[in-house]
């Protein structure tokens, strides 16, 4: 997955940048217009608030695309708090040449505001608060597919056939130890052939993230469930998909390359490497709820004066069958003496999250 999607010369993120949209493979909340990157910044103000308005900090984007929800966020920050937004730094990690190009271009205009970086290291020797964050990242984060055959796991791998043709084997005992680690999470009862994911680089990828805060918050925004819907024992064949022209299919083996792979996000799993370096899940909720009350102030602002655009966009993103409903959002707290890992929240994640 990781050389079909991020090779630098082949892979699917890296050839080309017009994945996302209409004319794309797929839509995201970002393809619905400006007001997901308004409420979006309108919880970045209140965190920076709630750190004490530091005179410097720092937004950091993983997987910023084209730049597209960057300039939403920073539009937005500028019209609703001048000062929050003449401190902050919005720092842009994107190894590949491509995407970099088509950010830059996007963010002409803020162009003194956005750090553009190859990887969050160059950020290390500054450290300052802030926040990290990405919308649908995570589900493109590369993952490990798993069979259930005779009462154990087995990994399926990808190997070639006489032809050259990609075939899966699906019959390789787990030795991987971090994999084990994880699956030894995962209940045992599935029917034969019950096949899904696994992510083991969520540490990995929050790790780094955290020691370019000195404190803040760590959001994602992304399709998935916690880990007892996940590997519901009816899901029988999981989440892994491939996006091509707006249609969804099943086998990552076709078109290499061309199409994207994908996988909804264990947010159990996320919670607890986040856990491991020290985060507090803060909050782990439906993207419709989340989005609906980061908007109250916008809502109310509307009474009498509404925008029929912007609402038609709010209820896009917040209804329970456009992307309100299977999509999450979840708070990471970092560094900060205060977070509460609250009952509501341990029970959404599930019961094996303990403090
Ligand atoms: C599904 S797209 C989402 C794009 C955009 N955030 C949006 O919501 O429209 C996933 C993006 O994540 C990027 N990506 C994947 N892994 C990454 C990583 N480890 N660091 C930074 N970006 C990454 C990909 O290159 C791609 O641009």
Same mark, same amino acid.
């Given at each position: 997955?990781?050389?079909?999607?991020?090779?630098?010369?082949?892979?699917?993120?890296?050839?080309?940048?017009?994945?996302? /949209?209409?004319?794309?493979?797929?839509?995201?909340?970002?393809?619905?217009?400006?007001?997901?990157?308004?409420?979006?910044?309108? *919880?970045?103000?209140?965190?920076?608030?709630?750190?004490?308005?530091?005179? *410097?900090?720092?937004?950091?984007?993983?997987?910023?695309?084209?730049?597209?929800?960057?300039?939403?966020?920073?539009?937005?920050?500028?019209?609703?708090?001048?000062?929050?937004?003449?401190?902050?730094?919005?720092?842009?990690?994107?190894?590949?040449?491509?995407?970099?190009?088509?950010?830059?271009?996007?963010?002409?205009?803020?162009?003194?505001?956005?750090?553009?970086?190859?990887?969050?290291?160059?950020?290390?020797?500054?450290?300052?608060? /802030?926040?990290?964050?990405?919308?649908?990242?995570?589900?493109?984060?590369?993952?490990?597919?798993?069979?259930?055959?005779?009462?154990?796991?087995?990994?399926?791998?990808?190997?070639?056939?006489?032809?050259?043709?990609?075939?899966?084997?699906?019959?390789?005992?787990?030795?991987?130890?971090?994999?084990?680690?994880?699956?030894?999470?995962?209940?045992?009862?599935?029917?034969? /052939?019950? *096949?899904?994911?696994?992510?083991?680089?969520?540490?990995?990828?929050?790790?780094?993230?955290?020691?370019?805060?000195?404190?803040?918050?760590?959001? !994602?925004?992304?399709?998935?469930?916690? *880990?007892?819907?996940?590997?519901?024992?009816?899901?029988?064949?999981?989440?892994?998909?491939?996006?091509?022209?707006?249609?969804?299919?099943?086998?990552?083996?076709?078109?290499?390359?061309?199409?994207?792979?994908?996988?909804?996000?264990?947010?159990?799993?996320?919670?607890?490497?986040?856990?491991?370096?020290?985060?507090?899940?803060?909050?782990?909720?439906?993207?419709?709820? !989340?989005?609906?009350?980061?908007?109250?102030?916008?809502?109310?602002?509307?009474?009498?004066?509404?925008?029929?655009?912007?609402?038609?966009?709010?209820?896009?993103?917040?209804?329970?069958?456009?992307?309100?409903?299977?999509?999450?959002?979840?708070?990471?707290? !970092?560094?900060?003496?205060?977070?509460?890992?609250?009952?509501?929240?341990?029970?959404?994640?599930?019961?094996?999250?303990?403090?």
């Amino acid at each position: 997955m990781a050389t079909a999607l991020y090779e630098p010369r082949f892979g699917y993120y890296a050839r080309e940048t017009r994945q996302v /949209g209409r004319s794309g493979d797929f839509f995201t909340s970002v393809s619905v217009g400006p007001l997901f990157g308004e409420l979006l910044a309108r *919880r970045f103000l209140s965190e920076w608030e709630k750190i004490g308005s530091p005179a *410097r900090w720092r937004i950091i984007e993983c997987g910023a695309h084209d730049g597209t929800l960057a300039r939403d966020i920073l539009s937005a920050m500028e019209r609703l708090n001048s000062p929050a937004f003449a401190a902050v730094e919005y720092a842009i990690p994107e190894p590949l040449p491509l995407l970099r190009e088509a950010q830059q271009k996007t963010l002409k205009s803020f162009s003194g505001k956005v750090r553009f970086i190859s990887t969050v290291s160059e950020l290390f020797s500054i450290p300052l608060p /802030g926040i990290a964050f990405g919308n649908e990242l995570l589900d493109a984060l590369p993952f490990h597919v798993i069979e259930w055959h005779n009462n154990d796991w087995y990994e399926c791998k990808v190997t070639a056939d006489s032809s050259r043709e990609f075939i899966w084997e699906n019959d390789h005992p787990i030795s991987d130890t971090k994999l084990l680690e994880t699956i030894s999470r995962i209940e045992r009862d599935f029917q034969e /052939g019950y *096949r899904t994911e696994v992510r083991t680089n969520f540490r990995e990828f929050l790790e780094p993230l955290t020691r370019c805060l000195t404190k803040g918050l760590l959001l !994602w925004l992304d399709y998935g469930f916690a *880990r007892a819907e996940y590997y519901h024992p009816d899901r029988k064949s999981g989440t892994l998909r491939t996006f091509s022209k707006h249609r969804a299919a099943e086998n990552p083996l076709t078109a290499p390359g061309e199409i994207d792979i994908t996988a909804h996000v264990d947010f159990t799993a996320l919670a607890e490497a986040a856990m491991e370096i020290n985060c507090v899940p803060t909050y782990f909720i439906s993207q419709g709820s !989340w989005l609906t009350e980061q908007a109250r102030d916008w809502l109310l602002s509307l009474e009498g004066n509404p925008d029929f655009i912007a609402l038609r966009q709010f209820q896009t993103l917040t209804h329970p069958a456009h992307l309100g409903g299977c999509f999450h959002v979840i708070e990471l707290a !970092w560094n900060q003496s205060d977070a509460v890992f609250s009952e509501v929240c341990q029970h959404r994640l599930g019961k094996s999250l303990a403090c």
